[in-house]
């Protein structure tokens, strides 16, 4: 179970109501049943539940079982995508060990607002589930031009490369670049555009980019879904984190 309170041991952490209601409804646990809990600055400890309401409850943090762990310091900026595919990319980029998660408008994208709780849900559950030690940041919504104009002046990005997923033109194959970025240091960030592709006035600026390495995934046109767990598999493949 994913805390937000700092973890240590003697510590009582409260549960929220969902949690709560989990822990009840679902695995039917109880005051004295034991499970593990976790966040990235604390890692994974064993926890007792010392009270369980409908509404909340609290946990005795006992010992820890897992020091933290950071995941792989990569990024992935994506058209939200419809019918449930968005919730789709967050859950299995989560277990891909996706650091940020930055949802872009794009010129093409068909999809103009994400429900960012839901997005942030998704991403604890999938957490949890995958037994990650961190939860990835989901950033709100943001014009895909802002992200880029920002990028050069914000330190956590300046020295990032930017690996665009781009089906047609001059584009260095997806493995040299994940390559190049695992020694340069291993932060990256890839951009992958929406089911329509990104514009070509979109595909020019990025061209014109200093920070941005297009990459091509293969000769066949992937949904764009599939486009971003290929991008993460391979760098979880070469990185090996
Ligand atoms: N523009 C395309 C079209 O309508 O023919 C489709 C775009 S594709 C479904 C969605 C996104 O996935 C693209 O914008 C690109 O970022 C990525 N993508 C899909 N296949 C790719 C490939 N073979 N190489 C690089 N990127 C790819």
Do not use: M
Not at 25 to 46: I, M
Not at 119 to 141: G, I, K
């Amino acid at each position: 179970l994913h805390l937000d309170t700092p973890l240590a041991a003697g510590q009582a952490a409260g549960l929220s109501g969902d949690q709560a209601h989990y822990l009840r409804g679902v695995l039917r646990q109880a005051p004295g049943d034991r499970l593990l809990v976790f966040n990235e600055a604390g890692g994974e400890w064993l926890a007792e539940i010392a009270t369980l309401t409908k509404s909340g409850g609290t946990v005795a943090v006992l010992e820890r079982t897992r020091p933290p762990a950071p995941c792989p310091d990569v990024w992935l900026l994506f058209a939200p995508l419809k019918g449930g595919r968005t919730e789709y990319v967050v859950e299995k980029a989560t277990e891909l060990g996706v650091a940020r998660l930055c949802p872009v408008l794009t010129r093409r994208g068909d999809v103009p607002r994400v429900n960012l709780d839901r997005l942030r849900a998704n991403a604890v559950e999938a957490a949890e589930q995958c037994e990650r030690l961190s939860v990835p940041v989901v950033d709100p919504l943001a014009d895909l031009d802002d992200v880029l104009d920002a990028w050069p002046d914000n330190p956590a990005t300046r020295d990032r490369p930017l690996f665009v997923a781009a089906e047609t033109g001059a584009a260095q194959p997806l493995a040299a670049a994940v390559t190049a970025a695992t020694a340069a240091g291993g932060k990256a960030a890839f951009l992958v555009g929406p089911e329509g592709g990104l514009h070509p006035g979109e595909l020019d600026r990025l061209a014109k980019t200093p920070f941005v390495v297009p990459v091509g995934l293969g000769p066949r046109i992937l949904r764009a879904d599939t486009a971003a767990f290929v991008v993460l598999a391979l760098w979880q493949a070469l990185a090996g984190d």
